[in-house]
């Protein structure tokens, strides 16, 4: 190989063999955690026997909360339960459950309670019409399988792994080592149980940071609007491709050292974001697509959608993030889909055109509106470098780059996760093509 191009190619490997950090932004609900939890299970990172033994608990917890976020809801909806005598008392029951402790079974004395609940028709319904109050999706995952979730010997599958709910607090930072060549990733049954990692105490590369000092609301990403961006090849002489054949067959045998940086997406959580900003690769940003007729969980007067768009908007237009890719999901499409019929989007987005049971006019709808609000801050970041008394020409160049990466995900479905990886794999190639001029 010509020596100019073995020069640009090891500067494009010393790129690629730092550490990739993404860090994943949304809002409360979105599916953060989840897509954390689906990114152990592919890469076959063990949960230790504490992980899996505190989850199983989760599980009977989430049960009893479900219940109550949808019971609370129904006098909202003209359907108060008590009135019905026997549902009513089957609910007084399951609140007095205690939490289980470790290796204790779930007690068969609230077998019956939470299957009557569940059986009852005003129950059933209220699923349906109480969407809009965030009410978790994984209410009708669990109570569908409480026979098996009751058995003495119960463990989580990997499936219930994925589904079970608890909200991220603090900032968790978790590093995976992927390898590039996604044809090496062999994906896990998701009805098997998982078999905790050797030693109790052994743990993944996680850390979980404290939330640091408060900080005044202003440094909080306030709710506004913006970002998008495509990327553009340019024309590369013989030797800079020679270079680029080189660097792509030598990615492909590598592993990937990837830190992924969750934190809790509720508004309470929204001002630790600050602290996890520097060094930042790419933002993996997270909406849930049925969000949009819900509430957010903290007010029930902010529909979930339009709370996600403003923050999207927020972030596109950020400082910090001039020089970051964006992953965008569009998470919880199955929910989506069930919803429609039922939901008109029309009803809380007035300039919707396409059918009302159209699923993928809807989907597209909603692509097209985060990606007109990422150009527009693309477009924004641009106009404030050039008009800045000292442009910076690498900014500018990169801005113009900027690539947001959508897909139409379910979190909860192992296989798409996979979708992540392969943006993830192509930001880190492009990165390290930018830095080393090969594009």
Not at 141 to 149: K, N, V
Not at 414 to 420: D, E, G, K, N, T
Request: proline share 5%; glycine share 4%; hydrophobic share 35%.
């Amino acid at each position: 190989m010509h020596l100019e191009a073995e020069q640009v190619l090891k500067k494009a490997k010393r790129r690629m063999r730092r550490e990739t950090k993404i860090l994943l932004l949304g809002s409360g609900d979105s599916g953060k955690t989840t897509i954390m939890k689906q990114m152990r299970l592919i890469t076959h990172s063990a949960f230790t026997y504490g992980e899996l033994e505190a989850y199983r608990q989760l599980v009977f917890a989430n049960l009893v909360t479900g219940m109550r976020a949808l019971v609370e809801c129904l006098p909202d909806v003209g359907m108060p339960i008590d009135r019905i005598p026997d549902i009513w008392a089957a609910y007084q029951e399951i609140e007095k459950a205690p939490d289980i402790k470790e290796g204790q079974p779930f007690p068969e004395e609230y077998l019956p309670h939470f299957k009557l609940l569940w059986a009852h028709p005003t129950i059933q319904r209220g699923i349906l019409i109480c969407r809009q109050f965030a009410i978790p999706d994984n209410v009708p995952y669990f109570y569908e399988s409480l026979d098996r979730l009751f058995a003495p010997s119960y463990q989580p599958t990997h499936q219930d792994l994925v589904h079970v709910r608890a909200r991220t607090t603090g900032i968790v930072e978790t590093v995976f080592q992927i390898p590039n060549d996604l044809s090496r990733i062999t994906l896990p049954d998701p009805n098997a149980i998982p078999i905790p990692a050797q030693s109790r105490h052994t743990r993944l590369q996680t850390k979980v940071q404290p939330a640091g000092p408060n900080h005044e609301d202003s440094n909080v990403p306030s709710m506004e609007t913006t970002s998008r961006t495509t990327t553009a090849v340019g024309g590369d002489s013989a030797t800079l491709e020679d270079a680029r054949k080189a660097l792509l067959k030598w990615q492909s045998s590598e592993m990937q050292e990837v830190r992924f940086v969750d934190v809790g997406g509720q508004k309470s959580q929204r001002r630790k974001w600050i602290h996890c900003f520097q060094d930042v690769t790419a933002i993996l940003f997270l909406v849930a697509l049925s969000g949009y007729d819900q509430c957010i969980i903290e007010e029930k007067t902010t529909n979930q959608m339009s709370d996600a768009m403003s923050i999207w908007g927020n972030i596109c237009t950020m400082e910090w993030f001039k020089n970051c890719h964006f992953i965008l999901f569009l998470n919880k499409e199955d929910l989506f889909s069930e919803k429609l019929e039922s939901s008109p989007i029309r009803r809380y987005f007035p300039d919707y055109s396409g059918g009302s049971t159209d699923v993928e006019a809807a989907k597209d709808y909603f692509k097209r509106r985060f990606l007109r609000i990422a150009q527009k801050g693309t477009h924004q970041l641009l106009q404030e470098c050039e008009s800045s008394t000292r442009p910076n020409k690498t900014d500018n160049t990169f801005l113009s780059k900027r690539t947001v990466y959508p897909h139409f995900t379910t979190a909860v479905d192992i296989s798409l996760i996979q979708r992540v990886m392969e943006s993830v794999s192509h930001i880190i190639l492009q990165s390290a093509l930018q830095e080393a001029d090969i594009l």
